[in-house]
């Protein structure tokens, strides 16, 4: 075995990612909520958007395959 492969360990895997979970800033229950909401709205609105773009080519099409 070289120096750069190291073998692999199962339990040193889950006490680093254990030790690494310890690290990380949950958000709130209203940070996440705010969060949805922005996403949702985005979402909705972009949806709105393509609609309205997909609506306006198919009657450009219809215009132009009608002569």
Request: net charge positive.
């Amino acid at each position: 075995m070289t120096d750069t492969a190291k073998k692999f360990s199962m339990k040193k895997y889950f006490k680093e990612t254990k030790a690494e979970m310890k690290k990380v800033s949950w958000p709130s229950r209203k940070e996440v909520l705010q969060h949805t909401e922005v996403v949702l709205v985005s979402i909705l609105i972009i949806g709105v958007a393509l609609w309205a773009v997909d609506m306006a080519f198919g009657k450009i099409l219809d215009i132009f395959l009608m002569k």
